[in-house]
Nanobody
């Protein structure tokens, strides 16, 4: 059974920083792309940032130059460093990973979500 466990959310003032972490555990052959999404009430998940197994990254335009995604392949973890936070970054943040469980089979997994609130 594969699980993604997130940590690091909370309340921060505008201009502040937070670091989110996500750890994958279970029977994992290989982790392909890892990503962070966010969701506000009444809207779909929006991609925030993603990173592939080689370290290639992709960011939503709204977070470029403020957020940094990184991963540790040996530990099966992915982090999101969020700087210069704005009130519009307030959302529930979800970790996502595309995990190969055996040769020829991979599927997406999601974390439970962590609340990030940016407010003075």
């Amino acid at each position: 059974q594969v699980q993604l466990v997130e940590s690091g959310g909370g309340l921060v003032q505008p201009g502040g920083s937070l670091r989110l972490s996500c750890a994958a555990s279970g029977t994992i052959l290989r982790i392909n792309t890892m990503a962070w999404y966010r969701q506000v009430p009444g809207k779909e998940h929006d991609l925030v940032a993603q990173i592939d197994a080689s370290g290639f990254t992709n960011y939503a335009d709204s977070v470029k130059a403020r957020f940094t995604i990184s991963r540790d392949n040996a530990k099966n973890t992915v982090d999101l460093q969020m700087n210069s936070l704005k009130p519009e970054d307030t959302a529930v943040y979800y970790c996502n990973a595309n995990i190969r469980l055996r040769v020829g089979y991979a599927r997406d997994y999601w974390g439970q979500g962590t609340q990030v609130t940016v407010s003075s």
